[in-house]
């Protein structure tokens, strides 16, 4: 399986941009899916997750209220919209399928991985 993200880009403080992960085949197989972050000398940090169904996610502290994941279970597409953005929230962001169909935080449930997509926020 193939994870590919997109929609990162350089967008000042207080604005959105809109994430996308297409994966390679359908996750409609049970697979729970998550984007997480790693900022420059920091090290990978959860941002959310959403089970197999869209019904039920999980959100980090540092960004509930202000993004949302959501998936489109005939596409195989999960997207990560993000409001609101703090300087703070400048990362790579990655998305991942996990083993699992539930929505968790745990990085180690994750077994696919995709490249990354730079999120620069400016003050």
């Known amino acids: 399986v193939q994870l590919q993200a997109s929609g990162g880009g350089l967008v000042q403080a207080g604005g959105s941009l809109r994430l996308s992960c297409a994966a390679s085949?359908?996750?409609?197989?049970?697979?729970?899916m998550g984007w997480f972050r790693q900022a420059p000398g920091k090290e990978r940090e959860f941002v959310a997750s959403?089970?197999?169904?869209?019904?039920?996610?999980n959100y980090a502290s540092s960004v509930a209220g202000r993004f949302t994941i959501s998936r489109e279970y005939a596409q195989s597409t999960v997207y990560l919209q993000m409001n609101s953005l703090e300087p703070e929230d400048t990362a790579v962001y990655y998305c991942a399928m996990s083993r699992y169909s539930t929505s968790t935080s745990r990085s180690e449930y994750y077994q696919y991985w995709g490249q990354g997509t730079l999120v620069t926020v400016s003050s």
């Open positions: 085949r359908r996750t409609g197989s049970n697979n729970g």
């Open positions: 959403i089970d197999w169904r869209g019904a039920g996610s």
